[in-house]
């Protein structure tokens, strides 16, 4: 989680969205930079709103406009897929290695998930629970557009470094998987149809 100050400006960081190529380009104009522990580098919109926002806010006299990008839900998946079967997960429980992305996105389809495919929801991430989600949503596969709004914003050109790339591996789904997958994550294909 990036926030810049004087903009009133906060990016949140969507797990396998390109946050640590973001983080490394634009760090040094933050206020605020949260890159680590995880946990509170994947600041939620939720946790954002209930802990982060009002404590900006009240310090800066303002609300903070928050930003993030988002996936296509099955590259998402299939990102936290070839991710996870690297050889240096250190969690053997959270490792993709032996199985198929059709299985991968079978267990993430499960109730509850297996430990290799609990990667959370994007919408979750994005939306919050009580209706109250990021003011901006773009999509990663159009990053150009969120990269002139940053541009834009911070009066600072953007010149984003390809970093944390994943293995290569085959993304097949079988048609029924592919089925499951779209009544699964409907509010996730559902977020992301409404972006621009």
């Known amino acids: 989680m990036l926030v810049f100050w004087e903009q009133r400006l906060a ?9 640590t190529a973001i983080e490394a380009s634009l760090e ?8 680590r522990p995880p946990v ?8 954002f709103h209930r ?13 903070f406009t928050v930003v993030a990008l988002m996936r296509e839900p099955r590259d998402w998946l299939g990102s936290w897929y070839r991710y996870r079967s690297r050889d240096d997960i250190p969690d053997e429980a959270k490792s993709t290695q032996g199985l198929s992305f059709d299985e991968f996105v079978q267990a993430w ?3 509850p998930r297996p430990a290799f495919a609990d990667v959370g929801s994007q919408a979750r991430f994005l939306q919050g629970t009580e209706g109250r989600g990021a003011d901006r949503v773009f999509r990663y596969e159009n990053i150009d557009a969120f990269v002139a709004f940053l541009e834009d914003r911070l009066d600072f050109q953007i010149i984003l470094p390809q970093l944390n790339v994943s293995p290569k591996a085959s993304l097949e789904l079988s048609p029924d998987t592919l089925t499951r997958l779209q009544t699964v994550a409907a509010e996730d294909f559902a977020l992301y149809n409404s972006l621009d």
């Open 109 to 111: 389809c499960s109730t």
């Open 28 to 35: 040094s104009l933050a206020a605020l930079s949260i890159q």
């Open 51 to 63: 802990f982060v926002g009002p404590y900006l806010a009240a310090a800066a006299g303002g609300p």
């Open 40 to 47: 509170l580098k994947h600041t939620n919109v939720a946790r």
């Open 11 to 19: 990016i949140l960081a969507t797990p396998k969205t390109g946050s």
